[in-house]
């Protein structure tokens, strides 16, 4: 079942610009993760963010958590042209055993 | 590089012909995935091992199944594809301890019914 949602679906930026994304998710959590997905290939592990941060960096990416809204931010500063790819938030929700549930996913295209 | 390895990469079949992907991994992960990804839509759990031991999503067709014969090697067999199944199949790795729950992927398998 799907527990993560993404918005915006899609955003195009210029290189050199922030991008935002954020996710929602609907029950509690031990730690949320974004992945990324350039186009038909496979999804890439970015960052995790525990329940107990509330803030996370990993070089660009900077990743902020509100468990009280049960929403999350990945920030990409300073975009290029190769960070063009699909975002997804993925979450395991309570007793899911070792199911983790991604999101719909953000869609970001940074042109030069 | 230890990784996750599917084949094939791109599977063209006909309506109601059986397709078998696979999937190895030289991790040594105890769990691994198969997660089915339709047009610009969410990676969606079909089922995933832990071990031998096998958890079935419940909304996964009956015409999905799965095999894994050893640690090393996972299976999708699809029985009849229709039109509807037409995706990208993504396989993952993770560990049963340690890293979290963060899963390592292959780059996928196609699949196109005509």
């Known amino acids: 079942s799907q527990q993560g949602e993404e918005d915006p679906q899609a955003l195009s930026i210029q290189e050199g610009e922030n991008a935002t994304m954020n996710c929602s998710y609907k029950t509690s959590i031990n730690n949320l993760q974004w992945y990324r997905q350039n186009s038909g290939r496979g999804l890439v592990h970015l960052i995790l963010?525990?329940?107990?941060?509330r803030e996370k960096h990993s070089g660009r990416l900077r990743v902020t958590l509100d468990t009280s809204k049960k929403s999350s931010s990945l920030l990409i500063t300073a975009s290029r042209a190769a960070d063009t790819a699909s975002y997804f938030c993925a979450t395991a929700p309570p007793n899911s055993g070792y199911a983790l549930n991604f999101g719909k996913g953000t869609s970001l295209l940074v042109t030069p | 590089d230890a990784m996750v390895i599917q084949n094939p990469r791109y599977q063209v079949t006909q309506f109601g012909k059986p397709v078998t992907l696979s999937c190895s991994q030289t991790l040594n992960h105890n769990v691994m995935y198969w997660y089915q990804q339709k047009s610009s839509q969410a990676p969606k759990l079909l089922f995933h091992y832990y071990d031998k031991d096998f958890n079935n999503e419940a909304d996964t067709p009956d015409n999905f199944q799965s095999r894994r014969p050893n640690t090393s090697f996972c299976f999708l067999d699809i029985r009849s594809p229709g039109l509807g199944d037409a995706a990208m199949y993504l396989c993952?790795?993770?560990?049963?301890?340690?890293?979290?729950?963060?899963?390592?992927f292959g780059a996928g398998s196609r699949l196109t019914v005509l």
């Open positions: 963010i525990r329940s107990n941060e």
């Open positions: 993952a790795t993770r560990p049963s301890r340690g890293g979290a729950n963060v899963l390592t």
